[in-house]
């Protein structure tokens, strides 16, 4: 669809919602991406997941930071896993108590505002449960919102794109439910639970809020995403800490498989209050 299309679509379904109607239209779900490459080419990107923007204990200091280090080591595509913002109150029983914004046009818009924005470089971003928990009610799409504001940001769509980097297989994706009993758990069913041909050679999870990697699990590299938010009392009582950071990926492409995958994690220590 031509932008100018969208462009107009996007404006009347904005006017028909101030006039309080709900207009709901379908979301793209694992859309498709290509970015071309040839064979001895490196694909490096910056990764990140779970910042949660709009609750008091965002670690927004640390994603700054980690995106500014990025950026001098020349990264110039920036992936964004889901849960960007913190969501509905109904999400969790704390949320009435640690959101600073309320509701989908808060958040949203607070997102634009701090998304750190980069010198070069470009986000491609997926909705999380968080967001989607906006479209449950009478909010909106806050990806919408965020690139129709947001030049550098490219809304995907929902939960996963599946993306081919030269003869690459990337996928990136947003999971559901809580953290297993063994951390690397969800993490391998998920590698298992792909057609032999349809399996990526690298899979990016986000939603659990820690790090892992199985290096080529059934002949793929699977990661879990950490996350930019600190302990939050709910996760205390569960007994969760979770892992502060982002991690940067370079991808050797090959003629049918990747000749190399290199990751550099970069965590953070909590700050004594991750609002900023």
Known sequence: MPKRTNDVERIARELLQEQGYR???????EPRVTIPAKPGQVYRCAVVCCTHFGNVHQELGALEEFCHYAES??????????DAVDGSEAMHRDAPYEHFK??????????????P????????????????SFLKGDGGDVGDL????????????????????????????????????????KLQKRI?????????????????????????????EGFMLPCFEQQTPFLK???????????????????KTPRAVRVEWRTYRPTERGKR
């Open 102 to 115: 309320h509701g989908y046009s808060a958040q949203a818009n607070y997102m634009v505002e701090v998304l």
């Open 192 to 220: 298992e639970q792909f057609n032999d041909e349809d399996r990526p050679h690298v899979l990016l999870m986000g939603n659990y809020h820690v790090a892992a990697h199985i290096p080529r699990y059934q002949n793929c």
């Open 237 to 255: 009582g569960l007994g969760l800490s979770p892992v502060i950071g982002g991690l940067i990926l370079e991808i050797e492409i090959g003629d």
């Open 23 to 29: 207009v709901q239209r379908d979301l793209p779900h």
């Open 146 to 185: 965020v690139s129709a504001k947001r030049p550098d940001v490219e809304y995907l769509g929902r939960r996963a794109a599946a993306v081919k980097i030269g003869s690459t297989r990337f996928y990136i994706m947003h999971g559901a439910g809580g953290t297993s009993y063994a951390r690397s758990y």
């Open 117 to 132: 924005r980069l010198k070069s470089g470009r986000w491609k971003y997926i909705l999380g449960n968080h967001e989607e």
């Open 73 to 82: 080591k020349g990264i110039e595509d920036f992936w964004h896993a889901g």
